[in-house]
Nanobody
Framework: QVQLVESGGGLVQPGGSLRLSCKAS????????LYWYRQAPGKQRELVAS???????DYLDAVKGRFTISRDNAKNTVYLQMNSLKPEDTAVYSC??????WGQGTQVTVSS
């Protein structure tokens, strides 16, 4: 069973950057499609980015051109590089393997 642990969240000023990491323990990491979700207070969880087993990616329109998802199967890690951050990007970001295994989430706050 794969377990996921996110890191890299924090407080950043508008226009700044953060890189989130999600490291998996256990076997079979490479067989999963991987996802980054976020949930802001009072809002529904939304899918931010996804990456297939073969590396094809897709993004929420609101983050296209600013966020990049990538995976390193050798390191059992998926990343979310977030640039040009905006206050509306503030949320708890969680990674998921296959949409069925979830990490605990990491807080991202964009504020001056």
């Amino acid at each position: 069973q794969v377990q996921l642990v996110e890191s890299g969240g924090g407080l950043v000023q508008p226009g700044g950057s953060l890189r989130l990491s999600c490291k998996a323990s256990g076997r079979d990491f490479s067989i999963y499609a991987l996802y980054w979700y976020r949930q802001a207070p009072g809002k529904q969880r939304e899918l931010v980015a996804s990456i297939t087993r073969r590396g094809s990616t897709d993004y929420l329109d609101a983050v296209k051109g600013r966020f990049t998802i990538s995976r390193d199967n050798a390191k059992n890690t998926v990343y979310l590089q977030m640039n040009s951050l905006k206050p509306e990007d503030t949320a708890v970001y969680s990674c998921s393997a296959g949409g069925v295994i979830w990490g605990q989430g990491t807080q991202v706050t964009v504020s001056s």
